[in-house]
């Protein structure tokens, strides 16, 4: 996909680790240029060493409108006006739904959709000053499926799947296009203590990678991706097909 992003300058939130920091290299490997947002300050600062004059690094609460306020601000001096976001940080929350805390359950929707909220309303305005644009969310298979014991992360991914196609119908007027990312079970830090990486129900018998994410993140920014907007794309390996016996 080399090239597919050259002048785009994209945001991307939850930039300092794991499924952030990979969407970060392929976009700017695609020609593009980020902005990395993380409330990581020192790990996002690593990230945008890494990837040199192409990344900016800005310290973003994603809870916060006015911290993504200033990530806008600074990213646009350093790198120019935003034509795309990937709003990516989120956070699990464990427990049944009979006793999971309730404040548990608000800061996993705070962060998971009040920040998806929060990060398209502040790149809207840069987007629409150029002509239009791409946002890109990351839900989850748990945006399609229930998962047992999860009931503020299930709820959270699924907002973030409804959310994405209420901004599709209200920003096309302005040539945004906003889809949603489906991931399955990911090798990276998120899912450190987990069982396995490969689950029973999954079609295809190895873990899913990092770029399998973010190779259609790249696409879902590019032009290639024109007449798509306020669908849902799933990379989870088959998981939640149906009924499988291995």
Same mark, same amino acid.
């Given at each position: ?5 050259? @002048?785009? +300058? %994209? &945001?991307?939130s939850?930039?300092?680790? =794991?499924?952030g ?7 700017? !490997? *695609?020609? @593009?240029? +980020? %902005? &990395? ?5 020192? =790990? ?9 004059? !192409? *990344?900016v ?16 601000r ?7 006006g ?9 956070i ?23 920040g ?48 994405t ?13 906003v889809?949603?990312?489906h991931?399955?079970r ?17 079609v295809?018998?190895?873990?899913g ?35 499988f016996?291995?």
């Open positions: 996909m080399s090239g597919v992003l050259a @002048g785009q +300058v %994209v &945001l991307i939850g930039a300092a680790q =794991g499924l920091e990979s969407h970060a290299r392929f976009v700017v !490997a *695609a020609g @593009g240029r +980020v %902005v &990395l947002g993380d409330i990581d300050g020192e =790990g996002v600062r690593r990230v945008a060493k890494d990837l040199g004059e !192409a *990344a690094a800005v310290d973003l609460d994603v809870t916060e409108p006015d911290s993504w306020a200033a990530a806008v600074t990213g646009e001096a350093a790198v120019g935003l034509t795309g976001l990937v709003a990516n940080a989120g699990f929350g464990h427990g049944d739904t009979a006793t999971v805390d309730l404040e548990v359950f608000r800061q996993v929707h705070r962060v998971n959709v009040d998806v909220l929060l990060g398209i309303q502040a790149v809207v305005p840069s987007l629409v000053r150029a002509g239009g644009g791409s946002i890109v969310t990351i839900s989850s298979v748990a945006g399609l499926i229930g998962i047992e014991n999860h009931p503020s992360y299930v709820s959270s991914k699924f907002a973030v799947r409804g959310l196609k209420a901004a599709a119908l209200d920003l096309g007027r302005h040539h945004i296009r889809n949603s990312v991931p399955g990911i090798v990276t830090p998120f899912i450190d203590g987990l069982d396995s990486a490969v689950l029973p129900n999954q295809i018998r190895e873990p990678q990092p770029a399998d994410v973010s190779e259609l993140v790249v696409f879902l920014l590019s032009p290639a991706s024109r007449f798509s907007t306020g669908s849902e794309f799933v990379v989870d390996g088959g998981r939640q097909l149906g009924e016996r291995p």
